[in-house]
């Protein structure tokens, strides 16, 4: 786009309103190819209305420079005048961001459109370096879909489906039976009645996780040779960099980058229920785990002021509260330990991804009643976000979207391949401008 800038714009080319013109029909054309109908399973997991399709507006460039010009302002006005579903779109913060762009994004933003979103340009570039991207192939990357960070046109981005982590700690409740299957399927970790303290069920649930993924990741990498198999793509091969110079399909490990996600939904949600349990039935002991557990199973059914207390009574993720948000950082650091460097079939590894499109509805009907008092059926947290209905002191200053952003902001997410992401001084001046 900044070609256009450069040669047209400046060149006396193009007037600005007629740029303006040309993106916006890029942008109806976009709309006009909406996404294929989903069936089976995905559609109950995604329901998702859009191809995905995340225009990244800002950021730096290969040389290191804000990448900011006026194409920048158009696109966030084509945003601010349209109101389409896709395609979608981010403004890429950096530390040499000016504000006024970032000004300009916060006006769209507080309208509620739902676009664009804000991302920490250094951290996504910090996070693609990590996994072996070079300094220039980082700063030319970005977001793509709805979260995940990468090299545009040299990766091959490979989503190996959600990881429903509350219903890890459901499991690790049960030893290892879903209640609502009544099967055995998680590792037998122990009676939780018979836990004398919190580290004994948090190391139970630790174990339990590592189970799950590494079954979940022996499967994918089954299924991942059958794609490369049965189900190549020449099309994309032929547009993504390296396959025709490595004579490999982009699903057999062609591209220059070749990266698998697993990700995880309902970090909120597992917090809070940690924070529950931590309170309740191990420092202050006012609820028994034999009785809490007899209230999940039944759905809090008679049990309305047990679910009261800990609905009103627990400290919260996402309220300005240390002791929820060192448990949201744990379980973060446990998720990536788990998951980050096994080993896939391309030679390369999985990486951690918060993403939960709209699964955290679908996985919400797979789990019962929660401990943080979340009744059965209803949906867990989505990406890294605190629970729904968490802001527990509604008369707080401390309470509310901006300490939640900013509090979210202080897990590791450099150490993601794409989630909520934003720290330091812009982090909390985006939180408070958009508020």
């Known amino acids: 786009m900044e070609a256009m800038e450069v040669t047209d714009l400046a060149g006396n080319v193009l007037d600005r309103e007629r740029a303006k013109e040309l993106i916006e029909c890029l942008w109806i054309k976009f709309n006009n190819h909406p996404a294929p109908p989903k069936v089976g399973v995905t559609a109950l997991e995604s329901g998702t209305y859009n191809d995905f399709t995340n225009i990244n507006i800002g950021g730096l460039k290969v040389d290191g420079s804000d990448g900011v010009n006026e194409v920048s302002y158009i696109m966030?006005?084509?945003?601010?005048?349209?109101?389409?579903?896709?395609?979608?779109?981010?403004?890429?913060?950096?530390?040499?961001?000016p504000n006024r762009f970032l000004k300009a994004a916060a006006r769209v933003i507080r309208k509620g459109y739902g676009y664009p979103s804000v991302f920490n340009a250094d951290e996504v570039i910090m996070e693609q370096i990590r996994t072996g991207k070079t300094l220039e192939d980082a700063r030319e990357g970005g977001c793509s879909g709805c979260i995940e960070t990468g090299a545009f046109g040299k990766e091959a981005y490979i989503l190996t489906g959600y990881l429903n982590v509350p219903k890890i700690l459901e499991l690790t409740l049960n030893n290892g039976t879903d209640p609502l299957s009544g099967q055995t399927v998680g590792l037998q970790t122990g009676d939780p009645k018979a836990f004398d303290h919190f580290d004994d069920l948090y190391d139970a649930f630790v174990t339990q996780l590592h189970y799950i993924v590494d079954l979940k990741i022996r499967?994918?990498?089954?299924?991942?040779?059958?794609?490369?198999?049965?189900?190549?793509?020449?099309?994309?091969?032929?547009?993504?960099?390296?396959?025709?110079?490595?004579?490999?399909?982009?699903?057999?490990?062609?591209?220059?980058?070749?990266?698998?996600?697993?990700?995880?939904?309902?970090?909120?949600?597992?917090?809070?229920?940690?924070?529950?349990?931590?309170?309740?039935?191990?420092?202050?002991?006012?609820?028994?785990?034999?009785?809490?557990?007899?209230?999940?199973?039944?759905?809090?059914?008679?049990?309305?002021?047990?679910?009261?207390?800990?609905?009103?009574?627990?400290?919260?993720?996402?309220?300005?509260?240390?002791?929820?948000?060192?448990?949201?950082?744990?379980?973060?650091?446990?998720?990536?330990g788990a998951i980050d460097g096994k080993p896939n079939t391309k030679g390369t590894t999985y990486h951690?991804?918060?993403?939960?499109?709209?699964?955290?509805?679908?996985?919400?009907?797979?789990?019962?009643?929660?401990?943080?008092?979340?009744l059965a059926?209803?949906?867990?947290?989505?990406?890294?976000?605190?629970?729904?209905?968490?802001?527990?002191?509604?008369?707080?200053?401390?309470?509310?979207?901006?300490?939640?952003?900013?509090?979210?902001?202080?897990?590791?997410?450099?150490a993601s391949r794409g989630n909520f992401r934003g720290r330091g001084a812009r982090a909390h001046q985006a939180a408070r401008v958009c508020a």
Request: proline letters at 5%.
């Open 76 to 97: 966030l006005e084509a945003v601010d005048e349209l109101h389409l579903l896709q395609p979608g779109s981010n403004v890429q913060i950096s530390h040499k961001t």
């Open 219 to 336: 499967v994918n990498n089954y299924i991942e040779r059958m794609y490369a198999k049965y189900a190549p793509a020449p099309f994309l091969s032929v547009v993504i960099a390296d396959c025709i110079a490595n004579g490999k399909d982009y699903y057999n490990g062609g591209p220059r980058y070749n990266t698998n996600y697993i990700q995880c939904c309902g970090i909120g949600t597992v917090t809070d229920c940690f924070s529950a349990i931590k309170k309740h039935v191990f420092e202050t002991k006012t609820v028994l785990m034999d009785e809490l557990l007899a209230a999940l199973q039944d759905n809090f059914s008679g049990q309305e002021a047990l679910r009261q207390r800990l609905l009103n009574k627990t400290p919260f993720f996402g309220n300005d509260e240390d002791a929820p948000d060192v448990l949201m950082r744990q379980v973060y650091a446990d998720l990536f």
């Open 352 to 374: 951690l991804n918060m993403l939960s499109t709209t699964c955290h509805v679908y996985f919400g009907k797979m789990l019962g009643a929660s401990a943080n008092g979340r």
């Open 377 to 414: 059926g209803l949906p867990i947290s989505d990406g890294t976000s605190p629970s729904h209905g968490a802001r527990w002191k509604s008369d707080s200053p401390h309470s509310g979207p901006a300490p939640a952003a900013v509090r979210g902001a202080r897990a590791r997410h450099a």
